[in-house]
Structures are given as structure tokens and as C-alpha cells.
């Protein structure tokens, strides 16, 4: 078969333009430090890259949500703390009016200083965080309980859930009727009943009065625990969350990040190869010329 000067140039030229491209594409990834710049550098590569990505995606929004979840029940279980503290004192208080030896003026005295703790626990059920009341369920603009209203609950038993995983959400509020009651349960009333009982000097009222306290301490510190629990989980989940993402991540990088060491070679051999073409381009192409002037 005759091959001719022009199939010979042919040749080349298709030669020089793929390995021109393949320097482009190697310079611009050495430039972008990604090997994949665009779809038909690899479509199957970019494709697990956009799977790759969605998922970091995603574990960043369950951090966020993470974040608020543990700032919003991190913020409940301190009012919390305090709302245990107020009712541990009133406690001391109504143990120590309930000892027979002391005297009408005396529990007066301790009515005053529990006349204050109720007034602290209701300013604590009505706390709000970033502007939003607490303890109202969904109705975040309403105030928890009402003097007025003998401390019927006013907010509703929605919890606000967050997705803190992929299927998995967290409740991260406390209704305040599962903390602190309603109505003539509520822990308000119970240190009222408290200090009306100091006030009129009634023994029998008083020792009333510590049980039903003991009953709300009790209800506080469960509600307490449960918070524990959730935040003790979202710190596991947390680092669950880190392993994931360090896993995703070094798959996005060894599928779309560049090979400095390999590129820079394989560049290198296309500089070879386009002198070596250029070379003997040259060489065939003149010897064409001078055959065909002879």
C-alpha cells in the first residue's frame, strides 16, 4: 500500500492535536489542582464527585442542626438546674417551718423568702431563648403561664423537631406543662399553697406542702435526665458525623483531586513526545518536498 505525503501529514497533525489536548487537559488540572474540569473529562467520575458532595452537604445541614439542638437543650437543662435549685430550697425551707418548735413569726419569715422562689421559678418557666418563650411548645410567642390565669399552661405540647441524621430527628424543647404542671398542680401553686400554709402557721398544710415540692423536684430532675440523654446522644452522632465526613471527603479527593507527582510526568512525556513529532515532522515532510521537486 502507497502512503502518501498527505496521509503522512494527516497523521501528524492528528498526532500533535491529541497530544496538545492532553497537554491542555493536564495543564489545566495542574492549574485547578482538579482533574476533572468539566464532564467529558470523566462523566462517571463527576457524577460520584456530585454524589460525594451532596452527602458532605448534607452532614454539614445535621451539624447545623446539631449545633442548635445542643444550644437550645444545653440552654433548658441550665434554667432547669436553677428551676431544681429554687425547689431544693423551698424544700429546706418547708422542712425546717415544719419542725414544731418554731413559731408563728418565724414561718412568716420563711413565707416571705418563698413568696421570692415562686416568683423565680415563674420568671424561669416564662425564659425565653433567642427571643422565643421556652417552654410554649409551638406558641413560641405566648407566654408560658399566667399569674392571672392561676398558672394554666398557655402554650400548646408541640415539640420542634430538627433532623439530626439521615431519617432521624430530635425533639429540642420541653412543653412546660411536662416541667413545671398547670393550674393548681403547677410547681407556682405548690410553693402558693406553701406560703399560705407559713402564713396562717398551718403544720399540716406545710407538711403538705413538702410532699407535693418533693413530687416536682422529682419531675424536674427526670425531665433533666431525658435532656441528658438526648444531648449524650447528639454527641455521639456528632462524632459519628466527623468519621463520615472525613470518609466522604477522601473519596471526593481521590476522585476529582489532581495528582501533582503524576501529572507533572505526564506532562513531561507529552513534551517528549510533541518534540520527537516535531522533529521527525520535519524531517519526513522536507524529504516529501524534495521528491516531489525532483
Known amino acids: ?28 488540572s495542574l492549574a485547578t489542582g482538579k482533574k476533572i474540569n468539566s464532564p467529558s473529562d470523566d462523566t462517571s467520575g463527576m ?32 434554667t432547669l438546674s436553677s428551676v431544681s435549685n429554687a425547689l431544693i430550697r423551698a424544700r429546706e425551707l418547708a422542712l425546717k417551718a415544719s419542725n414544731g418548735t418554731e413559731t408563728a413569726g418565724s414561718r412568716a419569715a420563711i413565707a416571705a423568702e418563698v413568696d421570692d422562689l415562686r416568683d423565680e421559678i415563674l420568671k424561669m418557666s416564662n425564659t425565653k431563648f433567642r427571643n422565643r418563650f421556652l417552654f410554649s411548645g409551638f406558641k413560641t410567642d405566648t407566654t408560658a403561664f399566667d399569674p392571672a390565669a392561676g398558672y394554666a399552661y398557655q402554650g400548646d405540647s408541640g415539640e420542634i423537631n430538627l433532623k439530626i441524621d439521615k431519617g432521624v430527628t430530635m425533639a429540642i424543647n420541653i412543653p412546660g406543662d411536662t416541667v413545671f404542671g398547670s393550674g393548681p398542680s403547677s410547681v407556682m401553686a405548690v410553693l402558693d399553697d406553701l406560703y399560705n400554709n407559713l402564713t396562717n402557721n398551718s403544720l399540716t398544710g406545710i407538711q403538705t406542702a413538702l410532699t407535693e415540692i418533693d413530687t416536682a423536684l422529682d419531675q424536674v430532675n427526670s425531665v433533666r435526665a431525658d435532656i441528658g440523654g438526648r444531648l449524650n446522644h447528639l454527641e455521639g452522632l456528632r462524632s459519628n458525623l466527623d468519621d463520615r465526613d472525613l470518609t466522604w471527603k477522601t473519596y471526593l479527593s481521590d476522585t476529582e483531586d489532581t495528582d501533582i507527582a503524576e501529572t507533572v510526568s505526564e506532562i513531561s512525556k507529552i513534551e517528549v513526545a510533541l518534540q520527537s513529532l516535531r522533529q521527525s515532522g520535519a524531517e519526513i515532510l522536507s524529504q516529501s518536498l524534495l521528491n516531489f521537486l525532483r
Open 47 to 78: 457524577m460520584k464527585a456530585m454524589d460525594y458532595k451532596v452527602s458532605i452537604n448534607e452532614i454539614e445541614q445535621y451539624r447545623k442542626n446539631i449545633n442548635e439542638a445542643e444550644s437550645r437543650l444545653g440552654f433548658t437543662d441550665s
Open 1 to 28: 500500500m502507497r502512503i502518501t505525503s498527505f496521509t503522512i501529514f494527516n497523521q501528524l497533525t492528528r498526532s500533535l492535536n491529541s497530544n496538545i489536548r492532553d497537554m491542555y487537559r493536564l495543564s489545566n
